[in-house]
């Protein structure tokens, strides 16, 4: 069976760091490329980040550039988000999702929740 | 990438059909055929219904359906059941790493 399940998140200050994990089984990670997407709460899905199967290749969106940085371990079958300079604005559940390609995610997981406040 | 724009709310009685839009530009919906379609229930996670405008992973009922005209695209839902219940969000390629998702659609089955 396919699983994608996310760990790291909580509550944090403004400024802090937080590093999300996702845990993958049940296909094969090392040829996924994989994406962040998160949802603040009581709103709308946005895009976050992706990587490609060898981490070589990776990109973000504007509002996290420079503050956020996607990896992986493939010998671990594992996806991250280090997330630095994090702001109110981050607050949200974060999905670990595998990227079947043109901006298609058939894989989720269940979601951190990052909670940034003083 | 602005978001897409997807009405707030639909609703629809049990046995009817429903159709959702989804409005974005020539740099995204009208520029490609890679539409996704996902499905958000409460407190879960999304779930893949249409990608590619049209197609249908495994396991997902053929009530569910997609088109595209212009900029816009359209899922359909034909049938409706009290499980379809739920929040509709489209997502686009646009040409490059970073896609725009809809705003979401609240379909409530009456």
């Known amino acids: 069976e396919v699983h994608l399940v996310e760990s790291g998140g909580g509550l944090v200050q403004p400024g802090g760091s937080l590093r999300l994990s996702c845990a993958a089984s049940?296909?094969?990670?090392?040829?996924?490329?994989m994406t962040w997407v998160r949802q603040a709460p009581g709103k709308g899905l946005e895009w976050v980040a992706i990587?490609?199967?060898?981490?070589?290749?990776?990109d973000y969106v504007d509002s996290v550039k420079g503050r956020f940085s996607i990896s992986r371990d493939n010998g671990a079958n594992s996806l991250y988000l280090q997330m630095n300079s994090l702001r109110a604005e981050d607050t949200a559940f974060y999905y670990c999702?595998?990227?079947?390609?043109?901006?298609?995610?058939?894989?989720w997981g269940q979601g951190t929740m990052v909670t940034v406040s003083a | 990438q602005s978001a897409l724009t997807q009405p707030r709310s639909v609703s629809g009685s049990p046995g009817q059909s429903v159709a959702i839009s989804c409005t974005g530009t020539s740099s995204d919906v009208g520029g490609y055929n890679y539409v996704s379609w996902y499905q958000q229930h409460p407190g879960k996670a999304p779930k893949l219904m249409l990608y590619d405008v049209s197609k249908r992973p495994s396991g997902v009922p053929d009530r569910f359906s997609g088109s595209k005209s212009g900029n816009t695209a359209s899922l359909t839902i034909s049938g409706l059941q009290a499980e379809d219940e739920a929040d509709y969000y489209c997502c686009s390629f646009a040409g490059t790493y970073t896609p725009p998702f809809g705003g979401g659609t609240k379909l409530t089955v009456l």
């Open positions: 049940g296909f094969t990670f090392s040829s996924s490329w």
């Open positions: 999702t595998r990227d079947r390609g043109y901006a298609s995610f058939d894989m």
């Open positions: 990587i490609n199967e060898d981490g070589r290749q990776r």
